[in-house]
């Protein structure tokens, strides 16, 4: 490798009015390094990759690529010099194919300028090919899963092949381990192409089995880099917490004997046959590959997507013919996977988000009791530390992970009898998850009932009472958790 960096930045700072995002950041690549970027939620991460791709404009500081200084006025002129990014929150234009989001701004063209779609599709065929993602490309996006378009995003971002700089924002967030590994091997492919891969990842198992160097960052400062065979993962957790973590999964609630969901029978096009229960105090976990029919039951349960035949029994009382609304009030509260799409209203106040289900609370038939919303509003701040100036601040400004930590706020305020996560700690640092991991024993304790969908087997190991696995739409397997073993649930969802 040359010792000239292929990207170096210096004294980087930038502020947004009077909070400081970044206040003096460096960071150092070489080429055919796969070098983890770590730091909890705020850090300054998704801020720093911003100015390296020109969405924003630093108010300090130096960017170097291949040691020419660099100034990015947009992210075409960072991408002309080599750098793309797979961002965390997607980004795929929904009426179009897969093959024209990947190429989008870069499709072959015929004579007079009309686009020549053949040759677009068999670009986007060859690419999904070398990257053995078995998506078709004339599938329109917006029918695809969730994980689907996560693996499209990231061939969009790989179809440029000027790009020697490659930034990963919580790439694996929303796939599979089957799709994880593919991932892995590709990055492995480019990093001994030459290329400098960023890693952005709150899940420090992939860092240490995918990374070669890494860097830290804390509340928008440099900490510290090296290289990962000279670190170990709690060493690491302290640099990027500031202190040491007690445990990692906060689990202290005690299941009963009480049944307050039944689900019998549940059958749809994309499910069939799928009966279990969740007793009070209990927190059961759900695990299964991506288009195993996981976040497809919990739909139904709540009432988004109907069912052929089956049935959903509550507390005693069946519900037929549901929607969300009186799931809601029957005591049901659904954290969705998707937090930007179906979690969120992007463009509201963090208030208005996390009080939308409970307006009732507030108000009479004409008034709401302002007061006593915004009471509760900071009630919930509160609770889950979301990092916000005020409750006035629109959500879309905030991390990723302080947009997820307003979703359960949100649902809590609520007070369900019956809580469903499906991926609650997605792009959530290991501090904030512990947070996350002790609300819910906590509201196990009370004799809430909790289902969680999980991806990350140590999470869904480390919180369950019981794991019922899922594989083509079926129910295959219940295992406790002290039977469980991450190789046991990977074979068996296989």
């Not at 096009?269 to 919990?298: A, C, D, P, Q, T």
């Amino acid at each position: 490798m040359s010792n000239i960096p292929i990207l170096s930045v210096r004294s980087v700072k930038k502020s947004f009015g009077e909070v400081n995002a970044l206040k003096n950041i460096n960071f150092t690549l070489h080429a055919g390094e796969v070098h983890a970027l770590c730091g909890g939620n705020g850090a300054g991460k998704s801020t720093f990759l911003s100015i390296v791709m020109g969405f924003l404009q630093p108010d300090e500081g130096r960017i170097c690529v291949n040691g020419e200084e660099k100034t990015f006025a947009n992210a075409k002129e960072a991408l002309d010099a080599g750098i793309t990014i797979v961002q965390q929150e997607l980004s795929m234009i929904p009426n179009l194919t897969v093959a024209e989001n990947i190429y989008l701004g870069q499709e072959p063209r015929k004579k007079f300028g009309f686009v020549d779609f053949a040759k677009l599709n068999q670009r986007a065929q060859e690419l999904m090919d070398e990257l053995e993602f078995d998506i078709p490309v004339d599938a329109i996006v917006n029918h695809l899963s969730v994980a689907e378009q996560q693996l499209v995003e990231i061939a969009k971002a790989l179809s440029h092949s000027n790009a020697n700089i490659v930034f990963l924002d919580e790439p694996t967030s929303a796939i599979g381990e089957e799709d994880s590994k593919k991932l892995f091997k590709v990055i492995k492919s480019l990093s001994n192409k030459g290329k400098g891969i960023v890693y952005v990842s709150h899940r420090l198992s992939e860092i240490f089995e995918i990374a070669s160097n890494y860097t830290v960052f804390r509340d928008g400062t440099y900490i510290g880099e090296g290289l990962i065979r000279d670190i170990n993962r709690e060493q690491l957790i302290e640099q990027i917490i500031g202190g040491q973590i007690d445990q990692e999964f906060a689990k202290f609630n005690q299941p009963t004997e009480s049944v307050s969901l039944e689900v019998k029978g549940l059958t749809s096009k994309k499910f069939n046959n799928i009966s279990f229960n969740v007793h009070r105090g209990e927190i059961l976990g759900i695990y299964g590959l991506v288009g195993s029919g996981r976040s497809e039951v919990l739909n139904a349960i709540f009432g988004i997507d109907s069912f052929d035949c089956g049935s959903i029994v509550l507390n005693g009382s069946e519900l037929k013919n549901h929607k969300p609304r009186d799931s809601i009030k029957s005591g049901i509260a659904y954290v969705t996977e998707d937090r930007k799409s179906s979690g969120l209203v992007l463009t509201s106040s963090v208030g208005a988000n996390i009080s939308i289900s409970s307006l009732n609370k507030f108000s009479n038939s004409f008034f709401i009791n302002k007061q006593m919303e915004g009471e509760n509003i900071e009630a919930m701040i509160d609770v889950f530390k979301v990092k916000t100036p005020n409750k006035e601040q629109i959500v879309q400004n905030l991390s990723g992970g302080n947009q997820q930590k307003v979703v359960l706020g949100r649902w809590s305020l609520t007070c369900p009898e019956l809580l469903m996560l499906d991926e609650p700690t997605r792009g959530i640092d290991v501090g904030a998850k512990k947070e996350i991991y002790k609300y819910m024993s906590e509201q196990a304790l009370e004799g809430k009932s909790i289902i969680m969908v999980s991806s990350e087997l140590p999470e869904i190991i480390g919180m369950s009472d019981r794991i019922i696995i899922f594989k083509n739409g079926e129910l295959v397997k219940e295992v406790l958790q002290s039977d469980a073993t991450q190789q046991l649930l990977l074979s068996l969802a296989s």
